[in-house]
């Protein structure tokens, strides 16, 4: 109000004391309240009165600039704001006309840099000559005015983030100016007090080489070896990332089509429209915000007629077994498939000259052999590859015949027998041949014939070591300062028809074409280094994360480094202590058939690779991110496999469930139904256990009848191979015959599709199916034709609803990338609610708690899983996966997503290790045990039944107090959050207690 009512040029300058005092001292909360009562804009507005005086009060106007200072960071709409009120060029001519000023130019630089922060603002100011301006401040090293050369580069840097200033930048010369300020300063900063100048260069040069031309005019100046050579002396922390960033952008050494465009990305592209509210927080924009469709969906949209079909997968709900001796209740999966898979028939081949096992078995002596006869076509692996048909198999056998003569070599098979009961080679072999692969595979993997017996030493989390990244980069830097060292040299290749395999006893060899198998190429970077393209996932250009080849013709103790050069995912856990499974034949055929985390100097950063922009959904200049990690080997004529995780294949799921249906006492009831066929002709089982009834009594069928449904699935994301380990601990519980497994039968019919999607597992996908789709995201209206797994199942739990047996529990399997633990998403109105704005009365949000129970058991019982992961929030992104369709549409309340870690764990007692096959099993058995609890929970009738159970139950679960029942349906209006938080609480300690 002052401020308008005076003319008084003396009383301005008081009060802009006063408030210069005022705001110097009490931190950014006064600011912001100034900035609140519209401050700025009063201040911008004296900014320009005062321009208007000749000559201006320089006293005036270096006040105001000091304010404008401190206040401009504060306020969002500050570059707006200035813009709109003209005083950018104020600010401007004021600079320009003060440059020996060093008084009034501090404050005026530092309005400026924040005006520069604003995109639109950029462009005008360059138009204006600002950038040269800069550059008449900004010099070689001197001790005086460092300050405003700080801030002159700061400025300078947000200028060049707009494509515009940076490609005037590049005409004036103005890159190797730069180049040479930056190498002055290294030079003569010899005790480095002035890092933030050197860094405030590199983020000028950065932005500059956003654009082709920068990067052209950087690479002509010289300035990756100006900048190799200074940085590999200095210890300027942040420059690997940097320089990583102005190398020259390729193109992925593979022959994909690329979208053209993207080349020319000077185009000017920029937008004059507002971006100020950018930095808005996004955090909770995923959150679903429409009631409605936090609601159970009422309308049935099949009919029942057409779901009728569906009867023949529940016959358990109509069975009388009045006949119990005859019947049978298994369709066995072999049995049912079809002749027409043969054509797939495994070829063996073993040959002494290229095959590593060909061991002597003095010392191992009760392990059985297979010794292949001639005329017996071998076992295909770590060998050469051999696809199918063109009368292949008849040629490698001859092959064999000739090469093994009289003497024949010996592969030598671990007995695993005992330690792995599911586990049988020879079966192995059998599924593999009624599995339909894109690629007709014709080898088998050792791993996966062998099996894995998790190793009993505990595989903690790597620690961080710092530079490693740093070092990597600089390694690839010098690929492009010495070109001269890089051998650049093909050694794998699936895009060439005969596949090159090169044995000149130089190279490692590779090999990925088996079940599961992704490598597409392997180059040969120098002697010891190899870079490596993974395939993406069929019918899609992206997706590449699961890996899973084998390397042989490897040297003892040589220092390997291997760089997987195009996976997508912005950040990853192998930045975070986890390492890359390997399996070594040599170590299985001595008695350690098993995976174990390996690799040293394991680091995931961005490297110059460019993402076309088809296969980084429709954006421009995206790079890709390489993995690298360094081994050695420690057996000569090794066959070593390496796997983003665990393998576990579709051919491995048969083999179990096979397995498993030999387990079954006459106490168990097992159905194996096949629930339809894949795209790709594969079978996708379904299961049912429960307990036989005891006798046939009316009563006893009639408990048989009306157990509570249990429906799992799992593997919907074939790179998420955990879910299928922690799958196979719940199926090995089930069959299992202590006597919590009985129980747990006599309590649920268990419903289970432990593989949703075959096709991708076969292939070697990461996360589609072949249709090039993620299938967790069509449950709200699958296709039958193209997504018949999630079609079926969606519609055996339709057909449930509609004869009302909706699941008690719907839960499926998954793996987590990028967390720890393992843990559970759910569904809740309420908490959905509670993390966004919408108010809702009471009444619509009466929500059962149940939700909360079975992750609490979990969170008590299973030790790698972690509620402080958990969450209920329903999230737009995911209204299409089978947690959220299954909960809105079929009515489930425990509908869940269960995440297991791909790394391991930082709490419970696994914390510090990374995760394996033991834990995942466990993790699989301990869901079941909570199953089991929360029966005892939602039944009271079931606890005088069980009393012997809860002895054994006791030692798992701590008890818990009772809590009498109040009335809780009485509340009216609007909860608070607080509110529901208490409400929450007590709702579920009174619900877990009433049955005590
Ligand atoms: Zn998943």
Request: hydrophobic fraction near 35%.
């Amino acid at each position: 109000m002052l401020f308008c009512n005076t003319q008084d040029l003396q009383t301005i300058l008081n009060i802009l004391y006063i408030l210069n005092e005022l705001l110097t001292v009490g931190g950014g909360r006064r600011v912001g309240v100034f900035v609140s009562k519209g401050g700025t804009g009063i201040l911008l507005q004296l900014v320009l009165s005062g321009s208007k005086e000749s000559p201006p009060s320089e006293e005036l106007m270096l006040q105001l600039h000091s304010l404008l200072a401190k206040v401009g960071p504060k306020d969002r709409k500050f570059g707006v704001k200035a813009r709109l009120n003209g005083a950018l060029n104020v600010t401007v001519n004021l600079l320009k006309q003060n440059l020996q000023n060093h008084k009034l130019l501090l404050p005026c630089l530092q309005v400026l840099r924040v005006y520069s922060s604003n995109s639109v603002n950029a462009v005008s100011l360059g138009k204006n000559g600002v950038l040269e301006l800069m550059f008449k401040i900004i010099g070689p090293y001197s001790k005086k005015n460092t300050s405003l050369l700080k801030v002159s580069l700061d400025t300078l840097g947000a200028l060049l983030k707009s494509k515009t200033n940076a490609r005037r930048a590049v005409d004036r010369a103005h890159v190797p100016v730069l180049l040479y300020i930056y190498q002055d300063w290294h030079r003569n900063d010899t005790r480095h007090r002035h890092m933030l100048i050197r860094k405030g260069v590199l983020g000028c040069l950065k932005n500059i080489t956003n654009i082709k031309l920068g990067r052209k005019a950087f690479i002509d100046a010289d300035g990756m070896r100006i900048l190799y050579n200074t940085s590999t002396v200095s210890t300027v922390t942040k420059l690997p990332k940097t320089q990583s960033c102005l190398c020259p952008r390729v193109w992925l050494p593979v022959d994909d089509v690329v979208d053209e465009s993207d080349d020319n990305d000077d185009v000017e592209t920029e937008n004059d429209t507002e971006n100020e509210e950018e930095d808005k927080d996004h955090h909770n924009d995923d959150i679903e915000t429409d009631i409605n469709k936090l609601r159970p969906k009422e309308t049935h949209s099949r009919p029942f007629e057409e779901l009728k079909i569906y009867e023949r997968f529940f016959l358990e709900l109509s069975e009388d077994f009045q006949v119990m001796q005859d019947r049978h209740p298994f369709v066995s999966l072999v049995e049912s498939s079809t002749s027409k898979n043969l054509i797939n028939i495994v070829t063996f081949h073993f040959k002494t000259s290229d095959s590593p096992i060909f061991i002597d078995h003095d010392g191992c002596c009760d392990h059985s052999q297979v010794r292949p006869q001639p005329g017996q076509p071998p076992l295909l692996a770590g060998g050469v590859a051999a696809r199918q048909g063109g009368g292949a198999e008849e040629t490698l056998a001859e092959e064999w015949a000739e090469e093994e003569g009289g003497e024949g070599a010996v592969l030598e098979v671990p007995d695993t027998a005992l330690l792995l009961p599911l586990h049988d080679p020879d079966l192995y072999v059998e599924m593999v041949k009624s599995t339909r692969s894109v690629p007709q595979y014709s080898e088998v993997a050792y791993p996966d014939y062998f099996g894995h017996v998790a190793p009993t030493f505990r595989e903690h989390i790597l620690e961080r070591v710092y530079g490693v990244q740093r070092t990597k980069i600089f390694q690839d830097i010098e690929r492009l300062i010495h070109p001269n060292d890089i051998l650049d040299k093909v050694v794998y290749d699936l895009d060439i028809q005969s596949c090159p395999v090169i044995d000149d006893g130089e190279s490692l060899k590779f090999n990925s074409q088996f079940e599961s198998g992704n490598l597409r190429k392997a180059i040969q970077a120098r002697k010891f280094e190899y870079d490596l393209v993974l395939n993406s996932d069929i019918n899609s250009n992206h997706y590449h994360q699961w890996f899973y080849f084998e390397v042989s013709g490897m040297r003892v103790g040589a220092p390997y480094r291997f760089n997987i050069i195009n996976c997508e995912k912005s950040n990853s856990q192998f930045n975070y202590g986890m390492q890359v499974l390997m399996y070594s034949v040599q170590e299985a055929i001595s008695g350690r058939p098993r995976w174990v985390r390996t690799g040293t100097d394991i680091c995931y950063y961005k490297n110059h690779f460019s993402r076309s922009s088809i296969a980084a959904g429709g954006q421009k200049g995206k790079s890709y991110y390489t993995m690298t990690f360094s081994m050695t080997f420690n057996h000569k004529d090794d066959v070593c496999y390496f796997a983003y995780h665990y393998p576990y294949t579709y051919s491995t799921l048969k083999m179990h469930l096979q397995k498993l249906e030999a387990l079954r006492t006459p106490q168990i009831y097992m159905r194996q139904d096949i629930l339809c066929e894949t795209l790709g002709g594969n079978s996708c089982p379904l299961l049912t256990i429960t307990a036989m009834p005891e006798s046939t009594s009316n009563d006893q069928i009639c408990q048989f009848r009306n157990r509570p449904l249990v429906f799992l699935s799992s593997r919907v994301h074939p790179g998420e191979t955990n879910a299928s380990w922690v799958m196979k601990g719940t199926l090995e519980f089930l069959m299992g015959s202590s006597p919590l497994a009985h129980s747990l039968r006599e309590a649920y019919i268990f419903k289970i599709v432990p593989m949703l999607n075959p096709d991708g597992v076969v292939n070697g996908n990461h996360r589609c199916s072949l249709s090039g789709e993620d299938l967790n995201r069509q449950w709200q209206s699958p296709s039958p034709e193209l997504h018949p797994t999630i079609y079926h199942t969606k519609s055996l739990l339709q057909y449930l609803a509609a004869i009302q047996r909706a699941p008690l529990v719907f839960c499926d399997y998954h793996g987590h990338s990028r967390k720890k633990n393992v843990f559970m998403y759910g569904c809740s109105l309420k908490e959905t609610v509670w993390q966004t704005n919408i108010s809702a009365t009471s009444c619509e949000l009466h929500e059962d708690l149940g939700y909360r129970t079975l992750p609490k058991i979990l969170s008590q019982t299973a030790p790698a899983f972690s509620m402080a992961s958990c969450s209920f929030v329903v999230e737009r992104s995911k209204e299409a996966t089978a947690r959220v369709v299954v909960w809105r549409e079929i009515g489930v309340q425990r509908s869940y997503t269960m995440e297991s870690t791909l790394c391991g764990c930082d709490q419970g007692k696994y914390k510090g290790l990374q995760i394996g096959t033991r834990e995942l099993e466990e993790m699989g058995a301990q869901f079941c045990v909570a199953l089991l609890r929360l029966k005892r929970l939602t039944s009271p009738l079931e606890l005088r039944n069980h009393a012997h159970l809860l002895d054994v139950e006791s030692d798992l679960i701590e008890t818990r107090c009772k809590v009498s029942r109040s009335d809780t349906c009485t509340h009216q209006g609007y909860y608070s959050k607080q509110e529901l938080t208490l409400k929450i609480y007590t709702e579920t300690i009174i619900f877990e207690c009433e049955t005590n």
